[in-house]
């Protein structure tokens, strides 16, 4: 099936909300001012955001409406209270992003499991593909890999609506992101210079919860949270095409620290190519079921503010 970024309200067609010189205030206040400061110009800021972007607060009522049952155990009370919450968790993860790529401890955790499992995956040699979402601060993870030496990330991203917030952390903050390359297709030119880092014991990351922006992009739509919804194949061809293992990864803010998890998702290394489309519809199917899982475990971490349920339109076959 394939899939037009055209439509007003698909995500790339969203302009990246807010001036660089207020984003850089914001980044000035948190590195110099401190966490308090910060959080109290930032609580009018949301407010702000929130009454003022219709398309964002329809698309957080959308998907807490679905989630918070999952979560709860009953429809959510108060709905705009609740919305709110989910916006104030996003501006809360802004900031996190600019202690991580400040380099300021983040109080990174991970379970036994979890860590002896990205040790076996760095010590193998191999790297791998790690599929995310975006739930969650991927950015706190980016502090694991600066203070290992073995572990490279590579992400592979679409960046157009991020791109000001991006640059202006590369410019006032204390260190670089991790590596990004900027895809609007996965093509097999990509999939070849990937297969390289990852044969080089390297990691790549990629979203697999974002229909793509080009307008050829193959979509899948599935059941989620009890509608149907559009789900990138890109991400599943290309993990086919690179006959590699394969890792769930996300942290999760909890209180004041930072849970990462990192999980083995599967390994494609003897996939057959007669096999690769039953594969792809399979692990598409198991990756929907992850991402509802951390979603209720965490409903106000997923900062999709985009209209995710296309059931209205030319969207959904």
């Not at 914001?26 to 401190?34: A, D, E, Q």
Request: aromatic share 10%; hydrophobic share 40%.
């Amino acid at each position: 099936m394939n899939h037009s970024s055209d439509t007003p309200h698909h995500w790339a067609r969203i302009q990246e909300s807010g001036s660089v010189a207020g984003m850089r205030i914001m980044v000035w206040i948190r590195r110099h001012l401190g966490r308090l400061p910060f959080q109290v110009v930032l609580g009018p800021v949301i407010i702000y955001y929130y009454l003022g972007q219709a398309l964002p607060r329809r698309a957080s009522r959308q998907y807490l409406e679905r989630i918070w049952p999952l979560h709860a155990g009953q429809p959510p009370r108060w709905l705009p209270w609740l919305g709110l919450k989910h916006f104030m968790a996003f501006g809360q993860s802004l900031m996190d992003k600019v202690d991580a790529w400040s380099g300021m401890s983040m109080g990174v955790k991970l379970t036994p499991e979890d860590r002896a499992c990205l040790d076996q995956a760095i010590r193998g040699g191999r790297g791998g593909l790690m599929l995310v979402s975006h739930i969650g601060n991927l950015e706190i993870c980016s502090a694991i890999s600066d203070s290992r030496d073995d572990f490279h990330v590579t992400q592979l991203m679409h960046t157009r609506n991020s791109r000001k917030f991006n640059q202006l952390l590369d410019r006032s903050t204390l260190r670089r992101g991790p590596e990004i390359i900027e895809v609007t297709e996965i093509t097999p030119a990509t999939a070849l210079a990937l297969a390289e880092r990852i044969n080089a014991g390297g990691f790549v990351v990629i979203a697999a919860d974002r229909v793509p922006i080009d307008e050829g992009g193959r979509v899948r739509p599935l059941d989620f949270l009890g509608a149907p919804a559009l789900f990138p194949e890109g991400p599943f061809w290309l993990a086919a095409l690179l006959r590699c293992p394969i890792y769930t990864l996300s942290c999760l803010r909890e209180g004041k620290s930072h849970r990462v998890e990192f999980q083995p998702f599967d390994d494609t290394s003897h996939l057959r190519r007669v096999d690769r489309e039953a594969w792809r519809e399979d692990a598409m199917r198991r990756y929907v079921a992850w991402l509802t899982d951390q979603c209720r475990r965490y409903p106000l971490q997923w900062f999709n503010f985009f209209p995710f349920w296309q059931t209205g339109d030319r969207h959904v076959s």
